[in-house]
């Protein structure tokens, strides 16, 4: 059974910093998607991943794929508060369904 | 742009009682899913639809829950006898045809169940 998981958990940055988070994936996946999620809000979509050794930027998020590692990470750069929210990822396997992985609480300290 | 459409937002029920709740999938869409998520938790897969029947569900999509495509265009997810451990964010998807090879699968806004 496909496993993901995210860390780390909870992630407190001034703004100005750039940090990483990873998550990591227990069997093969053929896609890697990166979600946003606001308090109380549904989810949306920041980048799917389709290939070994993609990489994906959008302002300051920029994800990465390593298929081999079983390995995504989302990295922020020089930190804004609009950007606090909840990161999942979510990986696909096989049998057509996302697999979430456990989130990570950023917040982003003025 | 076309989007996948969730009701109700927020549902309150007393323990015991059926709830369902209703997705508007995007037109043409084939794939559909309702995933949950309990306050402060990971999203939980429940279950995947195609071709008018279930091809997979979790664990938790037990005997009280089921779904239906009533009329070829709304999908439900109905819980026969609400438990207080049902009080979650239910979040219905869909996708086309070819949504495993471009990646696009869309989410509801969700329907946040409260059971009392």
């Known amino acids: 059974e496909l496993k993901v998981e995210q860390n780390p958990l909870f992630l407190s940055m001034q703004e100005g910093k750039n940090y990483t988070i990873y998550c990591n994936y227990s069997t093969t996946s053929d896609r890697l998607y990166w979600y946003r999620q606001d308090p109380g809000k549904s989810l949306e979509s920041l980048f799917v991943l389709l290939s070994n050794g993609a990489v994906k930027q959008e302002g300051r998020l920029m994800a990465s794929l390593d298929t081999k590692a079983r390995l995504s990470t989302l990295h922020i750069t020089a930190a804004v508060h609009d950007l606090s929210a909840t990161y999942f990822c979510?990986?696909?396997?096989?049998?057509?369904?996302?697999?979430f992985g456990t989130g990570t609480r950023l917040t982003i300290i003025p | 742009e076309p989007e996948v459409t969730q009701t109700p937002s927020h549902q309150v029920t007393q323990m015991g009682q059926e709830v369902i709740l209703r997705c508007v999938p995007i037109s043409n869409h084939l794939y559909f899913y309702w995933y949950r998520q309990i306050l402060g938790q990971k999203v939980e897969f429940l279950v995947s639809?195609?071709?008018?029947?279930?091809?997979?569900k979790s664990e938790i999509f037990d005997d009280q829950f089921s779904v239906e495509r009533p009329d070829g265009s709304n999908f439900t997810l109905k819980i026969r006898s609400t438990k207080l451990e049902d009080s979650a964010m239910y979040f219905c998807a869909s996708g086309a045809l070819r949504w495993l090879a471009t990646g696009e699968l869309f989410f509801g806004e969700g329907s946040r169940l409260t059971v009392l």
């Open positions: 979510a990986a696909l396997a096989g049998n057509e369904k996302l697999t």
């Open positions: 639809f195609y071709n008018n029947e279930i091809s997979e």
